[in-house]
């Protein structure tokens, strides 16, 4: 009857204990569902967050390219100044080298700018068109000790061109610190 006795108790400690175990489980689910849908949340939040910093990047790289081609473009027409000072005053040894850095200048302007128009990226190939003549024109000189011709339309076409590519630094310069 003992055995009895302490089958039938331990018979009443299991239930006892499935009793109190139920509900335990049915509070782990719940802790382990809020748990779930909290880290749920914390992924939202992260991926929100992951996205804005990849977009200020982005605006970040714009603005660094767009600053760089404004500087690009500053460079570039102080030197058309230093070329026309030079053929002003007939020293025309370094000026072939200038025009090919100028020229060098501003095709990367164009190679390399997303925020400049098609408009403008013809406008910066006409000037690049323009001064490989005067390149040409006064390097043929140079090398042939030939007397110069066109020299007194040089610093006109290119004081043309700065005419020319200076509304497309302006304008770049104005879209620096712009939302996208």
Do not use: C, Y
């Not at 370094?94 to 406008?123: C, F, G, Q, Y």
């Not at 000790?145 to 509304?167: C, H, Y």
């Amino acid at each position: 009857m003992a055995e009895i006795n302490f089958l039938s108790l331990i018979s009443l400690l299991g239930s006892i204990a499935s009793l109190i175990g139920i509900p335990l489980a049915i509070i782990s689910v719940r802790q382990a569902r809020k748990a779930a849908l909290n880290s749920a949340e914390e992924a939202r939040a992260s991926k929100e967050a992951s996205l804005q910093a990849r977009d200020e990047v982005e605006k970040f790289r714009r603005e660094i390219g767009l600053i760089s081609n404004v500087i690009d473009f500053e460079k570039a027409l102080s030197l058309m100044d230093d070329i026309k000072s030079f053929i002003r005053h007939s020293n025309f040894g370094p000026v072939p080298d200038k025009i090919a850095i100028l020229i060098w200048l501003l095709n990367t302007i164009r190679s390399s700018s997303m925020e400049i128009s098609e408009e403008a990226k013809s406008e910066i190939q006409e000037s690049v068109v323009a001064l490989r003549k005067i390149e040409k024109s006064i390097d043929r000189s140079v090398t042939s000790q030939q007397p110069l011709k066109g020299m007194a339309s040089f610093n006109r076409v290119i004081s043309e061109q700065i005419d020319l590519l200076q509304p497309i630094l302006i304008d770049l310069k104005n879209r620096i610190g712009e939302p996208k």
